[in-house]
């Protein structure tokens, strides 16, 4: 379950030096491409949480997320309670199972030097 958290002004920079459509749609490409202009880490959970998708991509991703809500409080909501949730109510889960990841690979096969601010 990949987070990346980013300030403002990395934000900032980023809408001013991405060039690629892949970079300006998706953000991170251009931070993972130049790591020598940013300050990066990595913090790994004690397991693999990698089939919890908790995004909004699909229709079905919204679904999901009705369904927490009937289920967490989302005010104070972390992620020990969606894995709890998840290991209590596995089946909850299995409604975006089958989307794929496929946004960054698909605009990667749109890149085209971006020349203007957009």
Request: proline share 3%; hydrophobic share 35%.
């Amino acid at each position: 379950m990949p987070v990346e958290v980013f300030s403002w002004e990395t934000l900032e920079k980023l809408r001013d030096c991405s060039r690629l459509f892949s970079e300006k749609e998706h953000v991170t490409p251009y931070v993972y491409n130049n790591p020598e202009l940013f300050k990066m880490d990595n913090i790994e959970h004690d397991r693999d949480l990698s089939p919890i998708r908790v995004v909004l991509d699909y229709e079905d991703d919204a679904k999901l997320l009705n369904m927490l809500a009937e289920h967490l409080d989302l005010e104070s909501c972390c992620l020990d309670d969606i894995v709890n949730l998840y290991d209590r109510n596995r089946y909850l889960f299995n409604v975006n199972v089958h989307d794929i990841r496929e946004g960054y690979i698909k605009s990667c096969a749109k890149d085209t030097v971006i020349h203007e601010r957009q």
